[in-house]
Antibody
Framework: QVQLQESGPGLVKPSETLSLTCTVS????????WSWIRQPPGKGLEWIGY???????NYNPSLKSRVTISVDTSKNQFSLKLSSVTAADTAVYYC?????????WGQGTLVTVSS | QSALTQPASVSGSPGQSITISCTGT?????????VSWYEQHPGKAPKLMIY???NRPSGVSNRFSGSKSGNTASLTISGLQAEDEADYYC??????????FGTGTKVTVL
């Protein structure tokens, strides 16, 4: 079964760029969609966007101006960049396999935006 | 895009059946058969329970079932068990080619 693992800084300063990477093991990144989903502490889930292994992307309109999702098939990884972060971007960030429903998830990583 | 509407909480006794609703519009839930449901225990990642309205992934108990009528999708848990106590979220494809989650429902087993 495929496994996903998020990695990246747990603390980001306001106005800076949040950068996370998801490493896929136990399966290939080829021929699949890969997504990022986040959950602010004590709140619900929010879809951030997805990328197909070819590089085609689709983003949440509310985040589109600040989000970039990229894929590195040679490393079996995909990444998230969220620019100009504020405290409202503090959340657990999950990577997941799928574009429209998500059967495999990473454990999640808490990113706090604070100076 | 506004979050889909779910009841904040639903409760039931062991062995009973409960139903969680997920209400959207004709531009999301009502317009497509692309509704999925997720179970989330505290501190854990969500788990897929239902996809494409009523399909159950391999390994998910047949006590979980999904359906849709108009702009409202539903998740039914039959034979409620203590381990079903968790938060549940629905998700739908939208006419904007995006995806939106529901507000979430806390299920309590009395």
């Amino acid at each position: 079964q495929v496994q996903l693992q998020e990695s990246g800084p747990g603390l980001v300063k306001p106005s800076e760029t949040l950068s996370l990477t998801c490493t896929v093991s136990g399966g290939s990144i080829i021929n699949h969609y890969w997504s990022w989903i986040r959950q602010p502490p004590g709140k619900g889930l929010e879809w951030i966007g997805y990328i197909y292994f070819t590089g085609t992307t689709n983003y949440n309109p509310s985040l589109k101006s600040r989000v970039t999702i990229s894929v590195d098939t040679s490393k079996n990884q995909f990444s998230l960049k969220l620019s100009s972060v504020t405290a409202a971007d503090t959340a657990v960030y999950y990577c997941a396999r799928g574009g429209g429903w998500w059967g495999d998830w990473g454990q999640g990583t808490l990113v706090t935006v604070s100076s | 895009q506004s979050a889909l509407t779910q009841p904040a909480s639903v409760s039931g006794s062991p062995g009973q059946s409960i139903t969680i609703s997920c209400t959207g519009t004709s531009s999301d839930v009502g317009g497509y058969n692309y509704v999925s449901w997720y179970e989330q225990h505290p501190g854990k990642a969500p788990k897929l329970m239902i996809y494409d309205v009523s399909n159950r992934p391999s390994g998910v108990s047949n006590r979980f079932s999904g359906s849709k009528s108009g702009n409202t999708a539903s998740l039914t848990i039959s034979g409620l068990q203590a381990e079903d106590e968790a938060d549940y979220y629905c998700n739908s494809y939208t006419s904007s080619n995006t995806y939106v989650f529901g507000t979430g429902t806390k299920v309590t087993v009395l």
